[in-house]
């Protein structure tokens, strides 16, 4: 364990320092025997999981979820994943690598845990490792040196058995690597024609005994959205704090401490034209797109218009509007490109400047100065806020008054009739995706009141503009309307479900006629009015295709062959359905550089790791004997 790193800590009082770090902790106490088989939440071959890790291990990826979200996971959708599942499947096979890696006889120095240890930047300082800062954080953490080590260690191992496993995956063939690159590169073109229900809505029949059968399968889908009638006591912040004196001394303080919330820092409006080069290109196609930019430069130094020049060169999102940039503070930009804004005069053009995007030629349009709002312009706003803030705890504290006198009076009408000058407010009915204006459209509002039951009192509910409390007096729950109130709406939809049906049906049977000996595409589109159309070459993974065929159609394009040429069922993009037959197949227009081979025989190399690493941990995990705790079915 990093002996030699104690003997370098010094023997002082750490200062309480906040350090929010991502360590692995999963694999805390893995391996401890015991005693009580209860304890454990999974037990993989006689390795056991406690229920601390699997909470661990199953908030991190909560977390990581939340983060994809905007911090909060939408409701239903943990569920839907299944993370408790995945997050088992996890720490099953993290088990079983490191019993697989111990078996192969793989170990982990104390050597490797210590340059592991050395090389996270949480336990640096200056680029150093710090003994101080490694003691901290893991105090912080509440974690002891070899607790921490030991779960490295674990980790560690798991990482070198997937690495010995994967080694016997070494090779990508050349037949395999041309092939790959044939796959990927080659080209097919499809003839094609196009079912447009829309064209069909109006052959739809619509008769009263057909829409009605209709109406009783789908009435379903026009069920009316729950409604509730709801009384409500609201403490809000504007009129409470429009009760309350700010006196001019106080606003004049708040804007001084304040004084860089009213500051707009120095701003420039800036031009460039952007020639393209990321840093996984060439050294030659970099010196290409330098010389590129220089020339431009030239021209635009020699009095072209530059915006013109941006509108024909540049290669940036810009170029349309003449590479404008508009106005944008200093450091918004990447370094070398704001260094080179930030340090031209007005009107000048930049000499060419690498970034990871490319090569730019950038011309200064205007520079705006910084500036400070005036006091008197801000000075109502600020009185506004602090009376709000002010106005918060007082609203809290009258919500809890108030909530208290109800529950002590039994029930919100007896507090009424005790309190009759109380601003009690009774809404109409509304739906929750139609609310009335004001507090009552506040979301922490709306989820509060239609969780409600008829007569039940809410808490204290807290509202971007005060606080709550609420009561439901009346409720409509979500009902089949008549189908005479929505006869419209109804008859609208069975249209369009009947004429969808009617070209899907006309679709299924011109592939019939297509595969029933060599009847003529052209001829067949021409008899029901449709223009048979071509799709031009198109490519498997094409990240800006030019054709009107359906992108979402081109893999089944690419399973046609020779000798099944057409379509076996409709495709569908949106409303409409496609019959297409394959025109024509190509090879890749140009040769296998050196480049793209290095490219996939790494892509090979991977997948076939991957698929021995799959095939290891399948096998074993057949082979092993995992308990998973009944209490975690309804975690």
Same mark, same amino acid.
């Given at each position: ?425 009774? *809404? #109409?009915?509304?739906?929750?995706? @139609? ?5 009552? !459209? +506040?979301? =922490?509002? /709306?989820?509060? $009141? ?54 899907? *049906? #006309?679709?299924?049977?011109?592939? @019939? ?5 060599? !009847? +003529?595409? =052209?001829? /067949?589109?021409? $008899? ?108």
């Amino acid at each position: 364990m990093l002996e030699f790193l104690r003997k370098r800590a010094q023997s002082i009082v750490i200062q309480a320092i906040v350090v929010i770090i991502a360590l692995v902790f999963i694999f805390w106490g893995v391996g401890t025997n015991l005693m009580n088989k209860q304890e454990a939440a999974i037990v993989v071959d006689n390795e056991e999981i406690n229920f601390q890790q699997f909470q661990q291990a199953y908030d991190q990826a909560y977390a990581r979820l939340a983060e994809q979200f905007g911090g909060t996971v939408p409701k239903g959708l943990a569920d839907q994943l299944n993370i408790k599942q995945q997050v088992i499947n996890q720490l099953v096979q993290e088990s079983l690598l490191r019993q697989g890696g111990l078996e192969m006889g793989l170990m982990v120095s104390s050597r490797e845990i210590q340059n592991e240890v050395e090389s996270m930047v949480q336990f640096q300082k200056n680029g150093q490792f710090s003994m101080e800062q490694y003691q901290a954080v893991l105090g912080a953490n509440r974690l002891s040196p070899e607790k921490y080590e030991q779960s490295l260690r674990y980790e560690l191992l798991g990482t070198k058995t997937i690495a010995n496993i994967a080694g016997f995956s070494q090779v990508a063939g050349d037949y395999e690597i041309e092939e790959l690159y044939r796959l990927e590169k080659e080209t097919v073109s499809v003839d094609y024609v196009v079912f447009t229900p829309q064209s069909y809505e109006d052959r739809v029949e619509v008769t009263a005994e057909g829409l009605e059968q209709w109406y009783g399968d789908n009435g379903g889908t026009f069920k009316t959205e729950k409604e509730i009638q709801v009384r409500f006591l609201p403490f809000l912040y504007s009129e409470i704090g429009g009760k309350i004196s700010i006196g001019d001394d106080e606003v004049q303080r708040y804007y001084d401490d304040h004084l860089s919330d009213y500051q707009k820092p120095e701003r420039r409006h800036a031009r460039h034209i952007l020639i393209k080069a990321s840093p996984e290109d060439s050294e030659d196609l970099h010196q290409e797109k330098r010389a590129q930019a220089e020339e431009i430069r030239e021209r635009a130094h020699s009095g072209e218009d530059f915006a013109a020049l941006a509108q024909q060169y540049s290669e940036g999102p810009t170029a349309e509007a003449g590479g404008d940039l508009g106005f944008f503070p200093e450091g918004q930009m990447v370094q070398p490109f704001n260094d080179a804004v930030f340090g031209m005069e007005l009107n000048q053009i930049s000499d060419v400047v690498q970034t990871d995007f490319g090569y730019h030629v950038i011309k200064l349009e205007e520079i705006m100065a910084a500036s400070t709002t005036p006091f008197d312009t801000v000075k109502e706003d600020i009185k506004t806020k602090l009376q709000r803030e002010q106005a918060k705890p007082m609203a809290l504290q009258m919500a809890n008054e108030a909530y208290e006198a109800i529950i002590g009076a039994g029930s919100l009408d007896a507090y009424l009739d005790a309190t009759p000058d109380a601003a009690i407010v009774q *809404t #109409d009915y509304f739906r929750q995706s @139609a609310p009335p204006e004001g507090i009552t !459209a +506040d979301r =922490a509002f /709306l989820e509060k $009141a239609f969780v409600l039951n008829e007569n039940e009192l809410s808490s204290i509910v807290e509202a971007s503009d005060g606080y709550t409390i609420i009561s439901a007096v009346s409720i409509k729950e979500p009902a089949v309307p008549a189908l005479a109130d929505v006869r419209e709406q109804a008859e609208k939809r069975y249209r369009e479900e009947q004429a969808a049906e009617q070209a899907r *049906t #006309d679709a299924e049977k011109m592939i @019939a006629d297509l595969g029933a000996g060599g !009847a +003529d595409f =052209a001829e /067949l589109a021409g $008899a029901v009015n449709l223009r048979l159309q071509n799709s031009g070459p198109l490519l498997k993974n094409d990240p800006e295709p030019q054709t009107s065929f359906p992108q979402t159609l081109t893999a089944d394009a690419f399973r046609l062959s020779a000798a099944a040429p057409v379509s076996p069922t409709p495709g569908q993009s949106g409303p409409d359905f496609y019959v297409y037959k394959l025109k024509e197949r190509k090879p890749p227009e140009t040769a296998l550089s050196e480049e793209d081979r290095v490219r996939y025989e790494e892509l090979l190399l991977q997948f076939k790791q991957q698929r021995v690493l799959d095939a290891w941990l399948t096998n074993r995990q057949a082979k092993a004997d995992i308990t998973i705790h009944k209490s975690l079915e309804n975690f």
